[in-house]
């Protein structure tokens, strides 16, 4: 069965950093590129970074390019997104999405839920 479930959200500390997680099953990795997404209260979904699960090419969107990693774990069929020095505008709810291969990026079909993040002092 096709999933992705996001997990690792929560409440941080401004200054703080957050790490999420996204566990895939039901296809293989290798063949898609992941990306991460996130949607705030009241403003339209932004597209954050995305990693080829092939070569692990990587892509950053400037708002988080310098505080912001991504990675695959192809043993874990997981992927994971490490975000540092936060701040309140980083609070939405974060979005993984497959791309399939051959497609235009941007072509996402599947989606996780979501988890949410916010960051409050």
């Known amino acids: 069965q096709l999933q992705l479930v996001e997990s690792g959200g929560g409440l941080a500390q401004p200054g703080g950093s957050l790490r999420l997680s996204c566990a895939v099953s039901?296809?293989?990795?290798?063949?898609?590129?992941i990306g991460w997404f996130r949607q705030a209260p009241g403003k339209e979904r932004e597209g954050v970074s995305c990693?080829?699960?092939?070569?692990?090419?990587?892509h950053y969107a400037d708002s988080v390019k310098g505080r912001t990693s991504i990675a695959r774990d192809t043993s874990k069929n997981q992927f994971t997104l490490h975000l540092s020095s936060v701040t309140p505008e980083d609070t939405a709810v974060y979005y993984c999405?497959?791309?399939?291969?051959?497609?235009?990026?941007?072509?996402?079909?599947?989606w996780g839920q979501g988890t949410q993040v916010t960051v409050s002092s």
């Open positions: 999405a497959r791309n399939p291969p051959g497609e235009p990026l941007g072509s996402y079909d599947s």
């Open positions: 990693i080829s699960g092939s070569d692990g090419t990587t």
């Open positions: 039901g296809f293989s990795l290798g063949y898609y590129v």
